[in-house]
């Protein structure tokens, strides 16, 4: 059974730093994996989706990362803005003939002015 | 209007009462979601509508009632729920249902309070 891991649950860093959110699964048959942002009381808006056959996916100060051989995706965020707080998710897509999304918790990304 | 509007945005109700949660996509998208999103849990899918047909619903407890009476328009009933049913509902669309290709859009969703 596939399972999806975002560590840490949060993470709080000052303005102007470079990060990188993790993201785990359990098992690399996957289709593809999408990273989301979250802001507080608000709906998801997808940022990134990296195909199974790909390695790597930028937009702007984002950059997506997957190693499905050790089951981890990464999401770099350059030189971190306020306005970059928020949650983010991950999720893998998976199955055979039935193809579904499969979540991970997501860390809770703070940026200290 | 574009995107994916939900209304309300607040929604408290005691446990004896009825009440709709309404969802409505502007994209022309096929698929229609819904999700539930509790704190500190990953999102859990409810209910799937391809071309207004229901064609998943992962043993959500009847107390949750969806209906789609066209492809843009999505609705939760709610009646007799639980204070564990206090949660973000979110709806969601996508193009094409199950493919790896459509990304899905979402709604700001409904933050449900039961009491």
């Known amino acids: 059974k596939q399972e999806v891991t975002q560590i840490p649950a949060a993470l709080s860093v000052p303005e102007g730093e470079n990060l990188v959110l993790n993201c785990s699964f359990t098992?690399?048959?996957?289709?593809?994996l999408q990273w989301f942002r979250q802001d507080p009381g608000k709906g998801l808006t997808s940022l990134l989706l990296i195909q199974s056959s790909q390695r790597e996916q930028t937009s702007g100060r984002l950059n997506a990362s997957l190693d499905k051989s050790s089951g981890r995706s990464t999401l770099y965020i350059a030189a971190s803005q306020p306005g970059d707080s928020a949650t983010y998710l991950c999720a893998v897509a998976v199955g055979d003939s039935n193809y579904q999304l499969i979540w991970g918790a997501g860390t809770k990304l703070i940026i200290k002015p | 209007e574009t995107g994916v509007t939900q209304t309300p945005r607040h929604l408290v109700m005691g446990m004896t009462n009825k009440k709709s949660l309404k969802c409505e996509q502007h994209?022309?998208?096929?698929?229609m979601y819904w999700y539930k999103q509790s704190a500190k849990k990953p999102l859990e899918l409810m209910f799937v509508y391809n071309f207004k047909e229901q064609t998943e619903n992962n043993s959500v407890p009847s107390r949750f009632s969806p209906e789609c009476p066209n492809s843009s328009h999505l609705f939760l009933h709610l009646h007799t729920l639980q204070p564990e049913d206090s949660a973000l509902y979110l709806c969601?669309?996508?193009?094409?249902?199950?493919?790896?290709?459509?990304?899905?859009?979402f709604g700001n969703g409904t933050r449900l309070t039961v009491t």
């Open positions: 969601a669309s996508s193009q094409d249902y199950q493919a790896a290709n459509s990304p899905l859009h």
């Open positions: 098992d690399s048959a996957i289709y593809n």
């Open positions: 994209l022309g998208h096929n698929a």
